[in-house]
């Protein structure tokens, strides 16, 4: 017959292997959650990407903004020729130094004020 000790370690045994089996459970939920919020990501920069290629084939303005913009940010060679960027990335102007307090502001653009 079985002691209070062996039925104690058998029962503890096998609530530690349903915590192994809950926490690989856990692990893999994890994992494809991480995986379809990378996919998901993916498909937003995709969807993102096709309209704005879309608008500048349209829009010389948005066009020219949209390259700027890429020109800016784009550094590996391979991901410039790919979007016909040419030559290194251009530094970002250098920052215009602050408005002098005699100044005028600018005027808001939000038709407010």
């Known amino acids: 017959?079985?002691?209070?000790?062996?039925?104690?370690?058998?029962r503890l045994k096998r609530?530690?292997?349903?915590?192994?089996?809950?926490?690989?459970?856990i692990r893999l939920e994890e994992s494809r959650l991480k995986e379809q919020?990378?996919?998901?990501?993916t498909r937003?920069?995709?969807?993102?990407?096709?309209?704005a290629l879309d608008l500048a084939?349209?829009?010389?303005?948005?066009?020219?903004?949209?390259?700027e913009a890429l020109n800016l940010s784009i550094e590996q060679e391979r991901d410039?020729?790919?979007l016909g960027l040419t030559g290194p990335a251009t530094p970002p102007p250098?920052?215009?130094?602050?408005?002098s307090a005699d100044a005028k502001p600018?005027?808001?653009?939000s038709g407010s004020g």
Do not use: C, W
Not at 17 to 24: N, T, V, W, Y
Not at 44 to 51: D, E, H, P, T, Y
Not at 106 to 109: E, M, T
């Open 37 to 41: 919020a990378r996919k998901d990501e």
């Open 44 to 51: 937003r920069k995709i969807l993102a990407g096709a309209v």
């Open 80 to 82: 410039r020729a790919l």
């Open 94 to 99: 250098p920052a215009r130094a602050a408005q």
């Open 15 to 25: 609530l530690r292997q349903q915590q192994e089996a809950l926490a690989q459970k």
């Open 106 to 109: 600018l005027p808001d653009s």
């Open 1 to 10: 017959m079985s002691s209070p000790d062996t039925l104690e370690s058998d």
């Open 57 to 67: 084939g349209r829009n010389p303005q948005f066009r020219a903004l949209l390259y």
